[in-house]
């Protein structure tokens, strides 16, 4: 099942059922470290306060994350097992696909694109996030818990990566395949970002070490508290699971020294060119008694450091699984087992591998300055550059303005008909919604569809590409819509412009909310009463309040698509989010369940 | 109002920002209202409705596809 012996544990050892709870099943690549049940429970408790405990983003968002990353990491263990999860969570395996190979096309919304290309060259090239990275997340209003998780997470999936390519864990299902194409276009090399991109990026919370558990712990352990656990106070919980994990990985010395742990840490971080980690480690190193000039040499280059053979040895093969995964194997592990290591003291050297990569990630993503100032800033040399190139971990740079129709509409004007039937379904649910907006009956909308895919058709010939394909999409569906409307001789239209000022419409209903509304019903409920009461909305607000806040569509998508101005565009958006509240107060007070409000 | 709406985008500069929230710190009635609409956003985001099930649109693409089929073999 795994490179490592493993043994037998209780079936009541607390982590696997919990697992079995949460995914049911326990996954191989914990199994695989059964001669570590400390860390596997640390591991477990990161897993349950990062991934599991859903607070700022869904289970399924945090998954799609893991597995886009999984499989432009190329592994085929990580993709199986998030594939698997995905699965389980009732997301159709045409939409897996499509994340696996381009999320771009995976019918995803604006926002939650923006949140995977972030998390994608967070996870792919740490080095090239900078502040700059938060402001396409903050326009598509990611808050900071919400991007504090993306970041937790997609340090989740480098360690989880890491480590199942290090250990050789066997996928837990059917193994999926990869396909060679995935998302991977060799991107520019963006400079190193140390220098310019002071951080921290998030809101944090002060916390004293008083009346934070694990704040002190770190003090007493390393006499001061890291800025990189600062800047995650919005997650009390994560910082405590990361404290455990910390204790457990790092400072538990059971079969490796705490200074070859430290030299791990040091020659990964600078591998992935972490100023901060390399700043904090060698402080450490120092701390225990190793000079600067010999931590510095551990950081540059360790091969010609003052270490023991069987020491570079280890360091060597924590390298190559970093910077070279797709070329480890069994194998790898061979000139450990000659230095005489044991399984116990190798799987150590994979964990704290891959806990260097999360924590790598985590301080790259957080943009956290160094407790210490840094003596070397690390920037990409040649060879690891060089190293860098390996084709599993080439950094991606993906334009997100780009039109990722462009190709199967060429196909279609060229006469490929079955490429229009692709296009079909990657924006049947955006054209769906549209003509639900405008028309506020769901039968009359899939009627309609049909209308406006065979226009669509017809007139692709004229479609220049002047505007992207989805927005013109949905802007032959909005006339569509509205000549029914017409035709219907409804009262309501788009574009009777009576009245458009912001003084129509004053709040009424003062009632405070619950703290946690969304927690008074079932998601389904949640549903329906959202789609009972926006279908009560005069058309004109509620087909904006469905394409900006349901399909979330841009402002500019939105109002080309419509028709309508910039100015009209936002004016009829508030006005629907402002009626929409005003339906909905009665049932999302304090009060609202139960008792008559 | 114009504000407001720029507000719950977040797209609004950071002096009028600065200016919301020192209003909103003061003002309960406004805090309620604001507190609500972001709930109310965000409830409506996470909601997923209207959605498509995957079954209703490959019907819809195969009736489209067979109507464009017939319609390319009738010229």
Known sequence: ?597 | MAEMGDYLDRAVAAEIRARIESHLAHCQTCQIVYDSAWKTVKILTDSGSFDLPEAASKSIAGKVMARIRSQQRSV
């Open chain 1, 1 to 597: 099942m795994s490179y490592l012996r493993q043994v037998e544990l209780d079936s009541s050892f607390p982590p696997f059922a919990a697992f079995r709870e949460h995914f049911g099943f326990v996954p191989n690549l914990f199994r695989a470290q059964s001669l570590l049940p400390g860390v596997i429970e640390a591991e477990a408790g990161i897993a349950a306060s990062v991934l599991i405990r859903e607070q700022a983003l869904s289970r399924i968002r945090k998954e799609r994350i893991l597995l886009a990353l999984a499989a432009a990491n190329r592994n085929a263990y990580c993709v199986t097992a998030h594939y698997q999860m995905l699965s389980l969570l009732g997301v159709p395996e045409k939409r897996l696909n499509e994340i696996i190979s381009d999320y771009r096309q995976a019918g995803l919304s604006p926002a939650d694109k923006a949140l995977l290309y972030f998390a994608l060259k967070l996870g792919r090239y740490s080095p090239s996030v900078s502040r700059k990275d938060f402001t396409p997340l903050l326009a598509h209003g990611w808050d900071d818990e919400s991007m504090l998780e993306a970041v937790l997470v997609t340090a989740l999936a480098n360690f989880l990566c890491t480590l199942s390519t290090g250990v050789g864990a066997v996928p837990d299902f059917e193994p999926r395949q990869i396909p060679t194409d995935v998302l991977s276009s060799p991107g520019m090399y963006p400079s190193n970002g140390a220098e310019e991109s002071s951080g921290p990026y998030l809101k944090a919370i002060q916390r004293s070490p008083d009346e934070f558990a694990p704040f002190a712990f770190f003090r007493e352990k390393f006499g001061f508290i890291p800025n990189i656990f600062r800047a995650q106070t919005l997650r009390p919980d994560v910082v405590e699971a990361e404290a455990s994990a910390i204790r457990e990985v790092l400072l538990t010395e059971q079969f490796l020294t705490r200074v070859q742990k430290e030299s791990i840490l040091l020659v990964i971080s600078a591998a992935n060119l972490n100023t901060y980690c390399v700043a904090v480690h060698c402080e450490m190193l120092r701390a225990m008694g190793i000079s600067m000039e010999d931590s510095d040499q551990i950081a540059v280059d360790h091969r010609q450091a003052r270490l023991a053979e069987s020491d570079k040895a280890l360091l060597d093969f924590a390298l190559k699984l970093t910077v070279q995964p797709s070329r480890f194997c069994r194998e790898g592990l061979e000139p450990l087992r000659k230095h005489g290591f044991t399984d116990e003291q190798i799987l150590e050297t994979l964990v704290m591998t891959s806990f260097t990569n999360f924590l790598n990630t985590l301080q790259m993503g957080l943009g956290v300055t160094p407790d210490f100032p840094p003596r070397l800033i690390l920037r990409p040399t040649p060879s690891k550059v060089a190293n860098l190139l390996d084709n599993n971990r080439h950094p991606i740079e993906i334009d997100l303005q780009a039109d990722p129709d462009t190709e199967p509409v060429a196909r279609v004007q060229g006469g490929d008909l079955d490429a229009f039937e692709d296009l079909i379904n990657r924006h049947s649910r955006r054209v769906y919604r549209t003509l639900v907006g405008i028309l506020g009956n769901p039968d009359e909308a899939r009627d309609a569809m049909q209308d406006t895919f065979l226009k669509a058709f017809q007139h692709l010939g004229d479609f220049q590409g002047r505007s992207k394909f989805s927005t013109w999409l949905v802007s032959i569906a909005s006339n569509t819509g509205l000549q029914l409307l017409r035709d219907r001789k409804h009262v309501q239209s788009l574009h009777d412009d009576a009245v458009e000022t912001d003084e129509g419409f004053r709040p009424q209903q003062i009632r405070a909310w619950s703290d946690d509304p969304e927690q008074l019903y079932s998601k389904s409920e949640v549903r329906t009463l959202v789609e009972d009461h926006v279908m009560k909305l005069p058309a004109k607000y509620r087909v904006v309040l469905v394409l900006r806040d349901i399909e979330q569509l841009s402002i500019e998508e939105s109002a080309a698509a419509l028709g309508l101005g910039i100015p009209a565009l936002k004016s009829r958006h508030l006005r629907g989010r402002l009626m929409l509240r005003e339906a909905l107060t009665p049932h999302f007070t304090v009060a609202a369940k139960g008792e008559p409000a």
